[in-house]
């Protein structure tokens, strides 16, 4: 089974600090993906990467950044979190088949990030 | 636009009876379409997946859905709830419009009732 691995299910964080949220997948899988999930708001996408050193701005990418240096590792960055970051946020990875790019995703179990 | 609408936030049924979770979608292109499932501490699972061939699909535990074109809507259903089946339930639309779109509903919690 693919495993995507959050490091963190829990983080307490305060305003302005510099936060990184790691994910590591042991797939080979080519695309990675970091959201984050509201209430009522479903899974919104920060960024996705389809490849070491590339990544594509999502639906929501203010304040946040990322690094994928290694193809099974994709790191978010908050560069000065806010408390309006606090929110689950979920890794995702999947397989880039015939260059399709609409696969099944692979979930994280999420990091539950509070800054207070 | 492309769009996914669940209509209902929360769903509530006894164990042993059907389980229907609505959802539409509007998209100008052909989608693929999901249904996950996530429960409590857990991250998104999927259930089951519609990509043109079959309109009715068969996903795991039991659930399917209907990708019914005319209606835009691809509903879950299940005959018979489980008490497992307590979660919160989203409905994906994926376009492959030559770059990566894949929208969220906003998600439909199950509750189970013995």
Known sequence: ?116 | AQSVTQLDSHVSVSEGTPVLLRCNYSSSYSPSLFWYVQHPNKGLQLLLKYTSAATLVKGINGFEAEFKKSETSFHLTKPSAHMSDAAEYFCVVSLNTGGFKTIFGAGTRLFVKA
């Open chain 1, 1 to 116: 089974d693919v495993k995507v691995t959050q490091s963190s299910r829990y983080l307490v964080k305060r305003t302005g600090e510099k936060v990184f949220l790691e994910c590591v997948q042991d797939m080979d899988h080519e695309n990675m993906f970091w959201y984050r999930q509201d209430p009522g708001l479903g899974l919104r996408l920060i960024y996705f990467s389809y490849d070491v050193k590339m990544k594509e701005k999502g639906d929501i990418p203010e304040g946040y950044s990322v690094s994928r240096e290694k193809k099974e590792r994709f790191s978010l960055i908050l560069e000065s979190a806010s408390t309006n970051q606090t929110s689950m946020y979920l890794c995702a990875s999947s397989p880039l088949l015939g260059g399709a790019t609409n696969e099944k995703l692979f979930f994280g179990s999420g990091t539950q990030l509070s800054v207070l």
